[in-house]
């Protein structure tokens, strides 16, 4: 007997990611970066949060920066992790990200949150983001859309905004006037 030739459907990876900038136009920067995404072959965008006027999280003794505009994305995808960080990476890039300075201002940061429940020490791609648990910027905006969601490894989001004092104890706050949206 002929066995039927053996075809796997490619895994499909559910990712949250962050965006965020302060230099240039800052919510077409993140606009843009949405666009990229919704874009990108074998990746679909599921959901979008508010946008967040953010204080700048610096390195000890930097100079100051521009308040940030940041947003969380949450997609689907055949893209394996790896993949995906070259995406955002290449979209980084399109848009004129510079890497000078550690937490330098920057037109557009993708982070990827989370694969999944994936969990990497990879330096390339740490799963979960090794910072996001700290990050006022990424939890609220998430809380916003999915309050139920838990971060691998470190909790429900809702708890881990809570532990931090919510949005606003970290200089983070709802900009209901700007506004994602997905073409
Ligand atoms: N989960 C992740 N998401 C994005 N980049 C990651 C992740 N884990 C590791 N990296 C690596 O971190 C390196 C530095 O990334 P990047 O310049 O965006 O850092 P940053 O945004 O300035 O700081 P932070 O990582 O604190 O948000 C990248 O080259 C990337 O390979
Ligand atoms: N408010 C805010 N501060 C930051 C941000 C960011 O997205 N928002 N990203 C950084 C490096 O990823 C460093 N500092």
Redesign the pocket.
């Known amino acids: 007997m002929t066995e039927a030739p053996h075809t796997e459907a490619p895994r499909t990876h559910s990712a949250v990611l962050a965006i965020g900038g302060n230099l240039g136009d800052r919510l077409g920067n993140l606009q843009a970066a949405v666009d990229s995404l919704a874009d990108t072959p074998s990746l679909t965008i599921t959901w979008l949060s508010p946008v967040y006027e953010t204080a700048p999280l610096l390195e000890p003794d930097a100079e100051p920066q521009e308040d940030y505009l940041n947003a969380v994305i949450g997609v689907v995808s055949a893209l394996p992790p790896d993949m995906l960080?070259m995406r955002a990476h290449a979209i980084e890039e399109a848009l004129g990200r510079v890497?000078e300075v550690?937490?330098g201002a920057r037109t557009i940061?993708i982070?990827?949150v989370q694969v999944d429940d994936l969990v990497s020490d990879d330096?390339?791609?740490?799963?979960p983001?090794p910072?996001a648990a700290q990050r006022a910027f990424v939890l609220a905006p998430w809380h916003d859309v999915r309050p139920e969601d838990v971060l691998t490894g470190a909790g429900p989001i809702a708890d881990l905004l809570a532990a931090l004092g919510g949005a606003a104890a970290q200089g983070a706050a709802r900009r209901d006037d700007l506004e994602l949206v997905l073409s």
């Open positions: 960080l890497r550690r937490w940061d982070d990827i330096a390339e791609l740490t799963l983001h910072r």
